[in-house]
């Protein structure tokens, strides 16, 4: 799934980010597609559980319920292929004893929640009279502030002035996304009201 992002709007120091579906997004499409009768529940992989995920994920989709994976496809790309712009939802579709089924590999499975912007979107989005210093000042969340997303932009913008080599690809900022895992079931069923009552996976 493809984020849709807004402008770095720096002339009043947000940056606007608005990505494609969160877990909560998908769940709540999922209740409104099926008018309430599908539920779901959003277990998390990062940081790291003490589980046997393939284990874990049998004992799901044996009593009938649909997991589907959201996956940080910015980690772990392989060299030379380019770094793609979002996270994506991925159906698992099936598991063996050390197998997990599904499009994307497992190793972006357990990621940060954070989100990757291409240098040229940033500094196409730059404009004379920005403030820098907002980007980690006016924003809610303190990620903003600990990445030191102005510092990475900075840089960027230094990089320019000084034709340094070699250069930032990515700036690196906080994401709405979460990794892990979503299980759906049919809210009226025992399977649906087992998922509402399972406990959170338990951190390594």
Known sequence: MRASW???DLSTT???????????QLIHGAQDASE????GRFFHLYPRRRIGLTNWLA???RS???????MNMQMAVPEGEEVPD??????IF???????????PLDRLCSESVLLIRREDVLLRLNPDCCLSGLSENQSDPRWRAMDVEGQVKQMVR?????EEPRLTHIRIPAAYRSGVTLFALRESELGQKLLKAAELPLL
Request: aromatic share 6%; no cysteine; net charge negative.
């Open 64 to 70: 009938g319920a649909v997991p589907v994976a959201t």
């Open 59 to 61: 004992r799901w989709i």
């Open 86 to 91: 979002a996270w994506h939802h991925q159906l």
């Open 94 to 104: 099936g598991v063996s004893p050390n197998a997990v089924f599904m499009t994307n």
């Open 36 to 39: 309430g009768k599908v539920i």
């Open 14 to 24: 947000n940056i606007q980010v608005n990505i494609s579906a969160t877990h909560a």
């Open 6 to 8: 807004g402008p770095l």
């Open 159 to 163: 990089e320019e002035e000084e034709e």
